[in-house]
């Protein structure tokens, strides 16, 4: 019972890593009608900036966790305005193939400077000493600060997003671009910084997840398909859809440790098959 | 009083052959029929096998509008199937690539049947997603031997007469595999079945309305590419004697989506070219071991941002021939 809930646990916080990124998907995907397929290379490449602020400049943690969004963001706001800007036009599919080349340059100029053993990123003070003790587990104080600074996020991605005047600019360009403009917003400027902004918070998922796993260019590539695998389930249409799905699924994964080891891996993809038969359109999706 | 049949026989199969739309047919077979005596035939065969398994991604890509980010379970599952079924089972290697063909297409019902309930992107990460999940269970089963694959899978004899050690046997038998495939995709795509499939790619919606059931002619056009697919992934797993999880991974579902790229979508041709390119590239490559993904990626973005109509549709839009 105490090994179910410990693993209880531990799939709340892997799946709150889960709803970070599908967050940024869904973000991007509003707007832009783009799935990023460069997510987990940018989230691999959040984690290795911090990692690289303390290896190189001697930075540590806290401002890294500020710093790496922004180069990130930064870096994904050229990648928008100089390349995939230009396919807007197009089906769709050919902006998941330039992310998907993207992935592959990011993630191999990793492999070739730092191989695949990937570098150990040490739990920052003054979180490293403490611990809770649950009962059941003991729970080091660093899992419990991702869980609950990504819940933060969470609620301030929402709060912007809804009850905020840019975050109604926001969901109107969504429904219809054309009508946006016409009323004086620049959208193709909010195009550029929703895409900085997703891709900010992919990055700031990489910062998150540093200490918890080795910082390594393989880091990003497992972790986005099982992502893909929620926002299938979940569906694109809700920022609470993303989280719960997120969540939930971390949850299965952990359940499934303690009750079928071998199925762990496959589960997320083996309900999403499920999902499908059920219902097509994801749990929160709207009708196709 | 024969002899005026023959030069007239042989000048009628010219005609046939340089007719204008056979014509591109007729270089390209010449030129596999030569290409082994100019070069080194096994990197030629494994050139043959990508591009069968890159011709059947195109039949679904290109003529159907399913992008598929699956592909590898079919080109890798067959393998095992293939190299299990000589290994363990002994059968001759024209049987087991029959039966790696047919794994593949049962995969090709099962996954086609839950991904064709999506359109566009979604299609594209369901099949992505059980794709990883199929690679997680190759490694998981017993049979595939994880890790480590199925390795030393004897080529033997085929038909029980003709001895397959032999590349330059080996490239010719798997010449003759691939212009069978060949045949079978033009075939499908010229038929009323194939004319059905490009009206789903340019309007679906309107199909349904003329009376098709366009999910039927999803899921046939489907296993027909898992298939085909399959054929490849049996040929190429028999030729390399060995079948290893990298058939299964994702990259291998990237990589075949980037030769049909290069050579050009929905160009018959096209694949056929850009996995030349593509395995030429690899081999080349291959001293510079961290690179390959770097470069394939560089040339994802190039053709994606600036060259769209890949090698073969550029050709033929210099040469004004349909290729």
Known sequence: MSSLLSQLVVGLINGSFYALLSLGLAIIFGLLNVINFAHGALYMLGAFVAWGLLHYAGIGYWPALVISPIVVGLLGIVLERTLLQRLYRLDPLYNLLLTFGLALIIQGLFQIEFGSSGEAYEIPQPLKDYSLELGFMTLPAYRAWAMISSLVVYLATWYVTERTKLGSYLRAATENPGLVQAFGVNVPRMVTVTYGLGVALAAFAGVLDAPNVQVSPAMGADRIIVVFAVVVIGGMGSIMGAIVTGWGLGVVEGISKVVYPAASDTVVFALMALVLLVRPAGLFGKAP | MSSPRVPGFISVLWRALWRRENRVFTVMIA???????????????KCLCMALFACAFNLLVGYVGLLSFGHAIFLGCAGYGSAHAIAVWGLPPELAILFGTAVAAVFGV?????????QGIYFAMITLGLAQMIYFLCRQAPFTHGEDGIQGVPR??????????????????????FLIGFAIIYRIIHSPFGAVLTAIRENEQRTTSLGYNTDHYKLIAFVLSAALAGLAGATKALVFQFATLDDVKWTMSGEVILMTLIGGLGRFTGPVVGAFVVVKLESYLAHFAGWVAVAQGLVFVLCVLAFRQGIVGKLSEMLKLPL
Do not use: K, Q, S
Request: aromatic share 14%; proline share 4%; no cysteine.
């Open chain 2, 31 to 45: 030129a596999l029929v030569v290409a082994p005596f100019l070069t080194y035939p096994v990197v030629l065969t």
């Open chain 2, 110 to 118: 099962v996954v086609g049947w839950l991904a064709i309930r999506r």
């Open chain 2, 156 to 177: 033997g004899r085929l038909l029980g007469f003709i001895d397959l050690n032999d590349n330059l046997t080996m490239y010719m038998f798997v010449l003759v595999i």
